[in-house]
């Protein structure tokens, strides 16, 4: 008798949501190192690499956990589309624990260049890990870089549920993580001004946790002065409900409950049986 297939649990689904967020942390941190510690590349390479990340980890992820990568997405998924619950707390802490530990070897790789050129370890590279209002220099404060995640965050979700919605035509699967990272690409191409498009509580917790623990004493607040790290976490939560509320009003509500059955071959004509031989 065949042996059926296993069915993933949850420690493995939480075991996926590690490893994938924390390639989207490599990729992403690691770009931003090289481009401000380094001087090497510069925002389109940084928005490229994100994306990259992005679609990598959900190829990393996607088969076990259904590849989140982000407690935002959990959370709209929680709210709007019948995901447990009781699983929503265990990623955000899998997703945060991703990125903290990949932050922490991008910290350790990039040692010696960020010492060099930020040897107090100041605001100046504090944004390699963590994200800034104005990204540490335009004239944004805290409510300005509040509205900006609620506003990126609404796009990257009602995005992800346009191309994950097997009702509304989809990527083919293994084209959606691709798909995915363009969006963020995208995003950050058009909404890195006001808060360096976290979009993500878990993609700025955990590194600016890391940050934190390895020198980055300012590591809570921004160039003001002002306690920060809340907006990224509270911003992507409102806008992850924004955008997914949205696709439920404006497209979800109207699909058919059932995808179009996809065009099926014409059956075959069966062969005329072989002539009897004496």
């Not at 931003?32 to 940084?46: F, L």
């Not at 509205?147 to 990527?171: C, E, H, K, W, Y």
């Amino acid at each position: 008798m065949a042996e059926r297939p296993k069915i993933p649990g949850t420690a493995a689904e939480l075991a996926a949501e590690f490893a994938g967020t924390m390639i989207l942390i490599l990729f992403g941190v690691g770009v931003v190192a090289q481009v401000a510690a380094g001087g090497i590349g510069d925002h389109d390479s940084i928005a490229w690499a994100w994306g990259l990340g992005v679609t990598l980890g959900v190829y990393v992820a996607g088969r076990l956990s259904g590849a989140h990568l982000n407690p935002a997405v959990t959370f709209a998924l929680a709210v709007f589309k019948g995901f447990s619950w009781r699983k929503v707390l265990p990623y955000a802490l899998a997703q945060t624990a991703g990125a903290f530990v990949a932050a922490l070897i991008v910290r350790w790789n990039y040692s010696e260049v960020l010492a060099k050129v930020d040897p107090d370890h100041t605001i100046k590279t504090q944004g390699v890990f963590s994200t800034l209002p104005g990204n540490g220099t335009l004239p944004v404060h805290t409510w300005g870089a509040l509205r900006d995640q609620i506003i990126g965050t609404a796009i990257l979700l009602f995005l992800i549920l346009v191309l994950t919605d097997i009702r509304n035509s989809p990527p083919l699967a293994n084209l959606t993580p691709f798909v995915i990272g363009l969006v963020v690409v995208a995003i950050g191409m058009a909404w890195g001004t006001d808060a360096g498009y976290a979009i993500n509580p878990a993609r700025d917790f955990g590194p600016r946790l890391a940050s934190f623990i390895t020198g980055y004493e300012g590591a809570w607040k921004d160039q003001y002065g002002d306690l920060y790290f809340w907006v990224p976490i509270i911003g992507p939560l409102i806008g992850a409900l924004v955008g997914a509320g949205l696709y439920q009003v404006l497209i979800g509500r109207f699909l058919p409950d059932e995808p179009e059955p996809e065009p099926q071959p014409a059956a075959p004509i069966p062969a005329e049986p072989a002539a009897k031989t004496a």
